[in-house]
């Protein structure tokens, strides 16, 4: 059974980081493209950025030169490094693996 998990959200002031983390079963991570998505309140669902199978990225221009994408192969683990956050990144961010994505880790940004 294919399951995504989330954790690494919560509060943090604006300039502060945060790095979240999507634990993967069922299948390896290494053999496909992950994103990452955020949902903010009273909005849709939003692309932050991608991993493919062969470590390029790409980032929405709202995160670009701020957060980072990356996976351990070992641990089977999609990563999102977010730093110089803004209260506009305030959301529930989630993880995706083709169609399927986890229950989300919600971040807060605010002083």
């Known amino acids: 059974e294919v399951q995504l998990v989330e954790s690494g959200g919560g509060l943090v002031q604006p300039g502060g980081s945060l790095r979240l983390s999507c634990g993967a079963s069922g299948f390896t991570i290494s053999r496909y493209s992950m994103s990452w998505l955020r949902q903010r309140p009273g909005k849709g669902l939003e692309w932050v950025s991608t991993?493919?199978?062969?470590?390029?990225?790409t980032y929405a221009g709202s995160v670009k030169g701020r957060f980072t994408i990356s996976r351990d192969n070992a641990k089977n683990t999609l990563y999102l490094q977010m730093n110089s956050l803004k209260p506009g990144d305030t959301a529930v961010y989630y993880c995706?693996?083709?169609?399927?994505r986890g229950q989300g880790t919600q971040v807060t940004v605010s002083s």
């Open positions: 995706r693996w083709i169609n399927k």
């Open positions: 991993i493919d199978n062969g470590g390029s990225t």
